[in-house]
Every structure is written in C-alpha cells, then in structure tokens.
C-alpha cells in the first residue's frame, strides 16, 4: 500500500488544479477524493467492480459502473484535461486501442503499470525458471488479472509507434525513490517496479497557403 500511496502523490503532481480528470478503475475513489481535496479537481470515475463502484457513490464521488474498453466509446472527444489509467493497462484487452481512446477523450493521459523489466524479476525468471511474483505484480500467473506482460522499454515504444508525445516519465523503486526515466533508461528499466508516464498527442496547427487555399498541418510532407 505504501508504494501505491506514493504512486499517487507523483499522478497528483502531474495534474494542474481545478482539472477535469477521468479515473478508469478507480476503486473505492480514494484517488480521485485526493484530487479534489489537494488541487481542487472535477473528478470522475469508471469501476468494473460494481461493489466497489456503489462504495464510491456511497461516499459522494462521481463514479459510474463500466467496462472501460466498451465504455469509453460514449464520451466525446476532449471531455477531460487528463484521464488516469494507474496499474491497470495491464489487465486490459487491447492496450493499444485503450491508449488512443485515453488521448482522444482526453487532452493528457497518466499511465502507470508494474515493470516486468525490474531486476527482482528477471532474476526470478532466471533462477527459478517460473513466473515471477513481486510486490508489483503479486499473484500466481494461473489467478492473476493480469494478461500482457511488459517492460518500460516496451512502452517507450508503443509510444512512438503510436506518435504519443511522452511529456514526463519516472520510475519508482520499490522503497519509493523516483528514478526521470528520460535521463536514466537502463537504470530505471533494472531498478523501477513500476512506472509513471504522462502522455499526449502532438497537435498540428494548420497554415493557410494563399496560392492554393488549402491548409496543410505544420511539419507535415508535402508531396511532390
């Protein structure tokens, strides 16, 4: 519980105050009532359990019962400032079609998921030859929610197979020291149990050209 505390405080620095923020599987709401206590912000909530979800509404917040990979199709685009997806891309269907409806229904996207590049890991898998457990990734591979296994470097790049702008990234220990991913990627990769990454999509603002009237995207290759 202590690392996921401070997996938290490292998301809450990542979000400007008086947001709107989307929380998928957002528990009992224990995030998002920090978010609105600590920096003021309009928070809401998709939780696939309906016992935990009923817990959240119990206690005041904005949560809706769902499957976020069926549900996130009924919100328009840009509807939040940023939405979270915390140690969950993980336990998903397709994570590539959820990154792109998290960047399409929001302006920022906060993913955090367990580094199965962490050491304790592969020394694991090296030793005993069997699947890992760890702090970040606890259950047997025959109960476990999880069903894609991945490193940071994976990550990085699905990123940019999928042009999505990495604005900030860190790693966490598991004793809760952050390691910039940016500047220390083989030392995070080893060291980091879990990893935070704050994401977007590059914008591309048109310019007109006279002679033709048309508008062609900045940076964009213009044919021959």
Partial sequence: ???????????ESLINNNSRVLDIGCGSGELIE???????????????????????????????????ELDLKQYSDQSFDYVILSQTLQAMMKPKEILSELLRIGSKAIVSFPNFGYWKIRLQLLLSGKMPVTEGLPFAWHDTPNIHFFTIKDFQNLCKDMNIIIEQSVGLTSRGKQIIIKDNFNTAN?????????????T???????????????NSLLAR
């Fill in 204 to 218: 591309f603002e048109p310019i007109k050209i006279k002679s033709s009237n048309k508008a062609f995207a900045k």
């Fill in 190 to 202: 080893l060291l980091t149990h879990e990893a935070i990454f704050l994401l977007s999509y590059k």
């Fill in 1 to 11: 519980m202590k690392s996921i505390r401070k997996d938290w405080r490292l998301i």
């Fill in 34 to 68: 920090q978010l609105e206590k600590n920096i003021s912000a309009k928070t809401y909530g998709i939780e696939l359990s309906s016992s935990l979800a009923l817990d959240a509404i119990s206690r005041g917040h904005n949560v809706v019962h769902g499957n976020a």
